[in-house]
């Protein structure tokens, strides 16, 4: 296991960097993506708005992949699936915001959720107190939500041709990484799933 995956801090800002680059790229937020180096600079703010539009809004030559679990995931429900969401968010008294709208089963909500239980996971780890509820948390996460959605995002996303496609292999990839840490460590702690 290497650091990044080993450490709950570095997760955690690895999903806000993937919800970063999944949200709405406007000038601000280009900004942001290559002052972080999330982004290439030569990659102009309008180039990556336009392969944002043709990935997920109106396609380009390929049909425009959602962002949201429940179109992605239809034999489930996507009420189902919203309700499962919710009672993450509740349970852990996150509140989604007001000003953005964004519904439960959106890729940057569900991203920020994890990056949050990361972050709670290291605080309890620095203050001494019990992490395992956030490591728990994040499995059963990943397990009901992104890992069993993300696969399909991601091959989607390569048929688009866009830059959005290499973002996706990022993401996958970071999603395995943490799957594969949380396994770990519960086999090593002797939970079972």
Known sequence: MNAQTNDAGVLAGAYLAMAQVFS???????????????????????????????????GGNAAPVPLFEGMHRKDLGRDGILEDLLRFYEFFDVKLSETDR??????????EFLAWLCLREQAAEREGRDAEPFRRAARD??????????????????????????????????????RGRLGEHFQESGETQ
Not at 24 to 46: F, H, I, K, M, T
Not at 103 to 111: M, S
């Open 102 to 111: 964004e519904y439960p089963d959106h890729l940057v909500t569900e991203l």
């Open 141 to 178: 996460f990943l397990d009901r939500h992104l890992a069993a959605w993300v696969p399909a995002l991601r091959r989607r996303l390569d048929a688009t041709d866009t830059t959005y496609a290499r973002y996706g292999s990022a993401l996958g990839e970071l999603v395995e990484a943490h």
């Open 24 to 58: 709405y790229p406007n000038r601000e937020a280009w900004q942001r993506l290559c002052e972080r180096g999330l982004v290439d600079a030569a990659l102009s703010q309008d180039v990556l708005e336009s392969e944002y539009l043709a990935a997920f809004e109106v």
